[in-house]
């Protein structure tokens, strides 16, 4: 059985820096397309990042673009995202979940994290 768990949510002035981490148990990350996804109060859930192959390509979404990096260690077979320089907007629960690519159907998801983003 396929099990994500996220943590490292929080709340943090805009502007601030939080590192999301995503612990994977059942599959091996290693050459999955895993990512990072997020939902606000009344909008659709958005893809925020991708890492697409064995190779470690990861595809960003326009929004967060230059703040965000997503990653893995194929060791502790877990997936990190380091946000920065966070707005108000980046407001939201965040999921990781597989097949990050067809925007996670037919994957797995993690319950969520949250993140607000506030003065």
């Known amino acids: 059985q396929v099990q994500l768990v996220e943590s490292g949510g929080g709340l943090v002035q805009p502007g601030g820096s939080l590192k999301l981490s995503c612990s994977v148990s059942?599959?091996?990350?290693?050459?999955?397309?895993i990512g990072w996804f997020r939902q606000s109060p009344g909008k659709e859930r958005e893809g925020v990042a991708c890492?697409?192959?064995?190779?470690?390509?990861?595809y960003y979404k326009a929004p967060v673009k230059g703040r965000v990096t997503a990653s893995r260690d194929k060791a502790r077979n877990t997936v990190y995202l380091q946000m920065n320089n966070l707005k108000p907007e980046d407001t939201a629960v965040y999921y990781c979940?597989?097949?990050?690519?067809?925007?996670?159907?037919?994957?797995?998801w993690g319950p969520g994290t949250q993140v607000t983003v506030s003065a």
């Open positions: 890492i697409l192959d064995e190779y470690d390509n990861v």
């Open positions: 979940a597989t097949h990050c690519k067809t925007m996670g159907h037919g994957g797995s």
């Open positions: 059942g599959i091996s990350i290693q050459d999955i397309d």
